[in-house]
């Protein structure tokens, strides 16, 4: 068994990319509203994720990484040892397997959103997104109850989170040109009143 490497401090960091409540404010209100795509022809293989980033690292290990506390990895880049904070529902993990990689927007969302033009290369640059807020490492339950919802159907537990993931999700929807519906709009909107900056 090859020996594992710290690869992160004592505390987990953030996703990059999340405004202040300002930016995210002015984000919302430049987004297109519009009635929601279908799904038809939506296949979550059109939005290659997981892949390579750096060595024999690949997105998800990336963000296991990055999100995580005191994360060993092994020479396959698999962690080996760490904990990880769902900033959801609050809950702490030591097993990886107990962990997903949540893409704030859901893929099939932004399908609906105005992906389904995009090239097959600009959907697999959205699904592995680590230069904005899109991807948050999460408890596993959770990101599947979640699903592909949008925030007019879904929300966290957590509502001390919830300012957070407005501006990571508004973010995300104004960095890659997406459109988002009415209630969609209102649900954020909710969020980001609730935050204090």
């Given at each position: 068994?090859?020996?594992?490497?710290?690869?992160?401090?004592?505390?987990?960091?953030?996703?990059?990319?999340?405004?202040?409540?300002?930016?995210?404010?002015?984000?919302?209100?430049?987004?297109?509203?519009?009635?929601e795509g279908s799904t038809s022809g939506y296949n979550r293989d059109l939005f290659p994720h997981w892949t390579t980033v750096s060595g024999a690292c690949n997105t998800r290990e990336t963000v296991l990484r990055r999100d995580g506390s005191g994360v060993s990895v092994d020479s396959a880049?698999?962690?080996?040892?760490?904990?990880?904070?769902?900033?959801y529902d609050g809950a702490t993990w030591s097993n990886p397997a107990d962990v997903d990689i949540d893409h704030i927007v859901p893929?099939?969302?932004?399908?609906?959103?105005?992906?389904?033009?995009?090239t097959t290369a600009r959907r697999q640059s959205f699904a592995n997104d680590l230069s904005g807020p899109q991807l948050i490492a999460v408890t596993d339950d959770v990101n599947q109850s979640k699903g592909d919802q949008d925030p007019s159907t879904w929300m966290p537990s957590r509502t001390a989170?919830?300012?957070?993931?407005?501006?990571?999700w508004v973010a995300t929807k104004y960095n890659w040109g997406l459109r988002l519906q009415s209630a969609e709009k209102s649900a954020l909107q909710g969020m980001l009143n609730t935050c204090s900056s």
């Open positions: 068994m090859a020996a594992s490497v710290l690869v992160a401090g004592p505390a987990a960091a953030a996703p990059p990319g999340i405004p202040s409540k300002a930016t995210a404010q002015s984000n919302l209100n430049a987004l297109t509203v519009a009635t880049c698999y962690p080996t040892s760490g904990s990880w904070y769902s900033p893929l099939a969302e932004a399908w609906r959103s105005g992906a389904n033009s995009w989170y919830r300012c957070t993931y407005a501006k990571m």
